[in-house]
């Protein structure tokens, strides 16, 4: 079994910055994708931005340029660095993995328990 347990998150003003964590626990062979969702009340569920096993990377238009997702494959550990946060970026963030396991070698999609951000005044 695999957990993905979230940190970071929290009330900011607008233009502040936040830094999220996600890492990974658990019968881990490797981590393909992983990436960071978010859902504002009312609304669906929606991806920010994803980052590869190779590095690559992709985001949500409304967040180019503000934020940016990395990770560190040696502690199974995702980051989004948020910045010049607007009130329209306030949602729960969930993180979410592609994830091969130990036993047996099988890739699992996973689900972090979401953290809130509000970005207001």
Same mark, same amino acid.
């Given at each position: 079994?695999?957990?993905?347990?979230?940190?970071? +998150?929290?009330?900011? *003003?607008?233009? %502040?910055?936040? #830094?999220?964590?996600? /890492? @990974?626990?658990? =019968?881990?062979?490797?981590? &393909?994708?992983? +990436?960071?969702?978010? *859902?504002?009340? %009312?609304?669906? #569920?929606?991806?920010? /931005? @994803?980052?590869? =096993?190779?590095?690559?990377? &992709?985001?949500?238009?409304?967040?180019?340029?503000?934020?940016?997702?990395? #990770?560190?494959?040696?502690?199974?550990?995702?980051?989004?660095?948020?910045?010049?946060?607007?009130?329209?970026?306030?949602?729960?963030?969930?993180?979410?993995?592609?994830?091969?396991?130990?036993?047996?070698?099988?890739?699992?999609?996973?689900?972090?328990?979401?953290?809130?951000?509000?970005?207001?005044?």
């Amino acid at each position: 079994q695999v957990q993905l347990v979230e940190s970071g +998150g929290g009330l900011v *003003q607008p233009g %502040g910055s936040l #830094r999220l964590s996600c /890492a @990974a626990s658990g =019968s881990i062979f490797t981590i &393909n994708r992983m +990436g960071w969702y978010r *859902q504002a009340p %009312g609304k669906q #569920r929606e991806l920010v /931005a @994803a980052i590869f =096993s190779g590095g690559s990377t &992709n985001y949500a238009d409304s967040v180019k340029g503000r934020f940016a997702i990395f #990770r560190d494959n040696a502690k199974n550990t995702v980051y989004l660095q948020m910045n010049s946060l607007k009130p329209e970026d306030t949602a729960v963030y969930y993180c979410n993995a592609d994830v091969v396991g130990t036993m047996p070698l099988r890739e699992y999609n996973y689900w972090g328990q979401g953290t809130q951000v509000t970005v207001s005044s």
